[in-house]
């Protein structure tokens, strides 16, 4: 497994060694020590999700105030630019974000660890997306931070008109945000 940084130091990329012959493919999807290593810290994941999203489908930005999540996400088939938000007030990179295209083809992995808001843009005819969690969806410790706000000025790979949500449109920016 490669890992590869990103401009926040805690948000990783992780490259699994894919081996390929004739019949197929075959690579190590996730290792638990590899992973602990790593971040650096103690995780077990509760939940698995999948999802299905059409081109230029915006989800997000994500996360829960109380019953924080750490994700571990990636795209089984088509392609998606992955966005991760810190909103760690505390931190040197409060405010930042980070976005890695994430696609069948390149079969990586983003951590995007508790205290970060996230979300994804379709970038190809559809996308199939999965994310384990740290923690169990809570409805009402979820939130979100308005996709396209222009303080955070994300620089979303959408070609026409964004697919998004009534609750997402309807999200607050970023200043009106709770962080953590």
């Not at 493919?25 to 698995?48: P, Y």
């Not at 795209?75 to 930042?96: H, L």
Request: no cysteine; aromatic share 14%; net charge negative.
């Amino acid at each position: 497994m490669n890992v590869l940084d990103t401009a926040i130091p805690d948000v990783k990329i992780f490259e699994p060694k894919v081996f390929t012959d004739a019949r197929g493919f075959f690579f190590e999807s996730f290792n638990h020590k590899v992973f602990e290593e790593v971040i650096g810290a103690s995780v077990t994941f509760v939940q698995d999700n999948h999802s299905k999203s059409l081109r230029n489908v915006v989800r997000g930005l994500h996360y829960q105030i109380s019953h924080a999540q750490g994700k571990l996400v990636r795209v089984v088939a088509g392609e998606a630019f992955d966005v991760a938000v810190d909103i760690r007030r505390s931190s040197p990179t409060f405010g930042k974000w980070v976005g890695v295209t994430l696609s069948a083809d390149n079969k990586r992995q983003l951590w995007v660890p508790e205290g970060f808001a996230h979300g994804f843009v379709v970038t190809s005819e559809s996308a199939e997306f999965l994310y384990k969690t740290t923690d169990y969806w809570y409805s009402d410790a979820e939130r979100a931070i308005k996709w396209d706000d222009p303080t955070l000025a994300i620089e979303w790979p959408v070609t026409g008109n964004a697919l998004v949500s009534t609750k997402d449109a309807a999200a607050p920016a970023f200043a009106n945000a709770e962080y953590f």
